[in-house]
């Protein structure tokens, strides 16, 4: 597996390298992979409780996000996210309360006014996330339509695009990285390769030897990195964002890492995968590996730990107390929010709305049943 060390000999990402972390940055990201776990671990008992109707968390995949989202520049890059990248937004500064108001899309749910599955997150600040869609790959070409404006109106940043394993299946990975290799887009695809598309294993997915390569044959360089090392992600994506924001061009990251939970709060993985594989992977634990270090440099001992996980918990906590009593949305925001002015159609309808109202109430169904 790629390391640090290794990326470093990598010709075309060492003259790109971020320089390295200092103890207080390092410390930062330790502190948001705990955040994440906090977060997403919260989120799943609120999904149990009935109070949510869906999560998908990313416990395991944490160093992948917060060593990715450390070197993306808010102020000139785009970011492409999957539905998995809560962590991406903590570290970049999202505050939890704001994820927690789209959790319950509650009329404090600023992205998408509760119109949106809950996890589909978006914000224009504090960086350029631009809205998590469903269908799998398909932010794929938007970033390289992004990163192809950008290098068009001559702008110095980056795409960031993030996705499965399991997503490079779809039409969007391979016309984007065709185009991506063509145009010499600066955009950086991340791969999360985290072992398993829901239940179809990575072995089922490809014959490749890595994702990675499938990079070759669009004239897009491939990288394969330890998805579980939060300083390795770093260096790569760091290096490859800032080679595509010089003109280097594209390039694409596989990084090697494993699902511990389920798909998502639907999902029960014991019925498709060994407990084993599981115990083998937990080993691996990307917050467990990054508290060694930290401990080997001397910036961190047991009684810090337990104060990150306290404020991370209290944090997430008092979100959640705020987030839960709001109202959704009013139901006329449904009609204001889409075009400037109103046409006679949306009056119309609007007027229609409210008699129905009239005759039979509005629904208070809240009990957080959810179809998938
Ligand atoms: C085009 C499309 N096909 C199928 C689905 C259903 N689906 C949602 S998530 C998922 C698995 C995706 O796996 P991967 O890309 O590896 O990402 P991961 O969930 O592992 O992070 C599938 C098949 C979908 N959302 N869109
Ligand atoms: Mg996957």
Redesign the pocket.
């Given at each position: 597996m790629t390391t640090s060390a290794e990326i470093a000999q990598n010709p075309l990402l060492a003259p790109f390298l971020p320089p390295p972390a200092s103890d207080e940055e390092c410390l930062r990201f330790y502190r948001d992979m705990v955040r994440t776990r906090t977060y997403d671990r919260q989120m799943i008992v609120l999904q149990r409780q009935g109070k949510i109707g869906f999560t998908i968390p990313c416990e395991g995949e944490e160093a992948c996000h917060i060593g990715a989202a450390s070197t993306f520049r808010p102020e000139i890059d785009w970011l492409f996210p999957?539905y998995?990248q809560q962590g991406m937004a903590l570290h970049l500064g999202v505050p939890v309360e704001d994820l927690v108001h789209q959790m319950f899309n509650n009329e404090k749910d600023a992205g998408s006014r509760g119109r949106q599955m809950p996890v589909h997150f978006s914000f224009v600040k504090p960086a350029r996330w631009v809205s998590i869609s469903?269908?799998?790959?398909t932010q794929i070409p938007h970033a390289v339509g992004c990163a192809r404006a950008m290098q068009m109106k001559g702008e110095k940043g980056a795409a960031l695009v993030c996705?499965?394993?399991?997503?490079t299946s779809?039409s969007g990975f391979h016309s984007g990285l065709t185009f991506a290799g063509v145009w010499k887009a600066p955009v950086v695809f991340l791969c999360?390769n985290?072992g398993?598309?829901?239940s179809v294993p990575t072995h089922k997915q490809t014959a490749s030897a890595s994702f990675a390569v499938k990079g070759r044959a669009y004239g897009v360089p491939g990288v394969v990195v330890d998805g579980n090392d939060v300083l390795a992600v770093r260096d790569a994506v760091g290096a490859a964002l800032e080679r595509a924001r010089q003109g280097g061009g594209p390039t694409l990251i596989e990084a090697v890492t494993y699902?511990i939970g389920g798909?998502s709060s639907s999902d029960d993985p014991r019925r498709y995968r060994p407990e084993g594989e599981v115990l083998q992977w937990q080993q691996r634990d990307p917050l467990a590996r990054f508290e060694t270090l930290l401990g080997e440099r001397g910036l961190l001992n047991s009684s810090m730990k337990k104060d990150l996980e306290d404020r991370a918990r209290d944090e997430v906590l008092a979100a959640v107390d705020a987030a839960a009593p709001l109202p959704p949305p009013p139901l006329d925001s449904i009609f204001e929010d889409v075009l400037a002015q109103q046409t006679p159609r949306l009056v119309r309808q609007r007027a229609e709305l409210r008699s129905e109202l009239e005759r039979h109430g509005r629904s208070t169904s809240a009990d957080g049943a959810f179809p998938l």
């Open positions: 999957s998995r469903s269908p799998l790959g996705f499965g394993d399991g997503s779809t999360d985290n398993w598309a829901i699902r798909h």
